[in-house]
């Protein structure tokens, strides 16, 4: 690579940072009900927690929101070139929405940007990620623990589906960087205190 390529890339992962930080739970928690929803729930910025503090439109709206990040930042990645770009936004719009510039990188769990990051590089990949999501959260109703398990399952489809190692390598890291993220349900699963679909609000 010469130094313009570096350069391109560095440009590349700093606009694929931004639209990471952009904060859709937070924002629309203050437009929809004046509220600063890291005060509520759980604490964090996510669709679930927006969903269990707002109702599900809102949840929904918060959802689709994080999930346009993680396609903006793909698709911004297209214009500069290939594997090697499309990864930096992956990367960078991941840790834009975990750590955002504008909420003193104190983010979301990174599942409903993955998605769309996933999505955008391998529909089938996403679609068995999602299928897995629905079935373990029929069966269990956590959606900590759905998140956590799809996730997991990208590693392993990008491998089946002959994705180049460096793909399989971020996937692998995608997977245990959202594991790590819901550190603290995981000890409310083990527990038996983490929130369920369906139950009413303490």
Do not use: C
């Given at each position: ?38 005060e509520y729930g759980s604490g964090n910025i996510g669709a679930t927690n927006v969903w269990r503090t707002l109702g599900i439109l809102p949840g929904i709206i918060v959802l ?46 990174i599942i409903a940007t993955g998605a769309g990051i996933i999505f955008t590089i391998s529909p089938w990949s996403g679609l068995i990620g999602l299928l897995l999501f629905i ?68």
């Amino acid at each position: 690579m010469d130094e313009l390529q570096y350069q391109n890339i560095l440009l590349n992962f700093i606009i694929a940072y931004l639209l990471g930080s952009f904060p859709t739970g937070y924002i629309l928690a203050r437009v929809w009900k004046g509220i600063d929803i890291r005060e509520y729930g759980s604490g964090n910025i996510g669709a679930t927690n927006v969903w269990r503090t707002l109702g599900i439109l809102p949840g929904i709206i918060v959802l689709l929101g994080d999930m346009a990040k993680g396609f903006a930042a793909i698709l911004s990645a297209w214009q500069f070139g290939g594997a090697a770009f499309e990864l930096t936004a992956a990367v960078g719009a991941l840790l834009g929405h975990s750590y955002p510039l504008f909420l003193k990188f104190k983010g979301g769990k990174i599942i409903a940007t993955g998605a769309g990051i996933i999505f955008t590089i391998s529909p089938w990949s996403g679609l068995i990620g999602l299928l897995l999501f629905i079935v373990t959260l029929a069966v269990t109703r956590y959606v900590s623990l759905s998140s956590m398990v799809a996730a997991l399952s990208i590693p392993v489809t990008f491998y089946l589906f002959n994705f180049s190692p460096p793909y399989v390598i971020f996937a692998v890291l995608v997977a245990v960087f959202a594991v790590y993220k819901h550190r603290s349900n995981i000890k409310r699963l083990i527990s038996g205190t983490e929130f369920k679909i369906g139950q009413k609000k303490l």
